[in-house]
């Protein structure tokens, strides 16, 4: 299994909910990482983890609260969003045992009413 | 971590060669240059990783010259479907959570037929 799944595909929440993202993988990897991209803007790295720790994050709001429960999930917990945090969120993994690539999932399309 | 240039976009027609040049002045001796994929509303996708000389895998070719200050990825004999955006990443990978995160503007490739 060489893939990494996110669900929802599409989500649509007002301003004062609550949402989860969440991604997952089956391949071993220790490193997992969230990405916001904004229409025709490259891809901006919001968090990183490493064997399940937060190692990085890019001085992301407080609205945004990432959890890794174990190796295999990565979960993005939402809640009071704006609407300028509307933006197709990416989720990746990559080993950390050699140079290799990241791999990256499908994303979710957030708009935030 | 390194910083990369590339062309904002880039026009081609079905069965010619492609090649988009990234520039990284200021790569270090640990990194690696990475060149992702990317189809809208979609996650990256690796084509193609190096460290100096040529690399070829099935779908391109990565040339980086002695000084490593710039590489350049390959596309042979493309076709519609290779209409995307281009990113080319460069950092390090050595077992590291801290591989190639950042992406820089990448270049928007148009096949016409």
């Known amino acids: 299994d060489t893939e990494v799944t996110q669900t929802p595909k599409h989500l649509v929440m007002g301003m004062t909910n609550k949402k989860s993202l969440k991604c997952e993988q089956h391949?071993?990897?220790?490193?997992m990482y969230w990405y916001k991209q904004k229409a025709k803007k490259p891809p901006e790295l919001m968090f990183v983890y490493s064997y399940e720790k937060l190692s990085i994050n890019e001085s992301v709001p407080s609205r945004f609260s990432p959890e890794c429960p174990n190796s295999s999930l990565l979960n993005l917990h939402l809640h009071a969003l704006q609407p300028e945090d509307s933006a197709l969120y990416l989720c990746a993994s990559r080993t950390l045992a050699r140079a290799d690539e990241q791999f990256f999932g499908p994303g979710t399309r957030l708009t935030v009413l | 971590l390194a910083k990369t240039t590339q062309p904002i976009s880039m026009d081609s027609y079905e069965g010619q060669e492609v090649n988009i040049t990234c520039s990284h002045n200021?790569?270090?001796?640990?990194?690696?240059i990475t060149w992702y994929q990317q189809f809208p509303s979609q996650g990256p996708r690796f084509i193609i990783q190096g460290y100096k000389t040529k690399v070829t895998n099935e779908v391109a070719s990565l040339f980086i010259p002695a000084d490593r200050k710039s590489s350049t990825l390959s596309l042979p004999r493309v076709s519609l479907s290779d209409t995307a955006v281009y990113y080319c990443l460069v950092g390090g990978n050595y077992g590291g959570s801290q591989g190639n995160l950042i992406f820089g503007k990448g270049t928007k490739l148009s096949v016409k037929p």
């Open positions: 200021n790569i270090a001796t640990n990194d690696y």
């Open positions: 391949m071993g990897h220790r490193a």
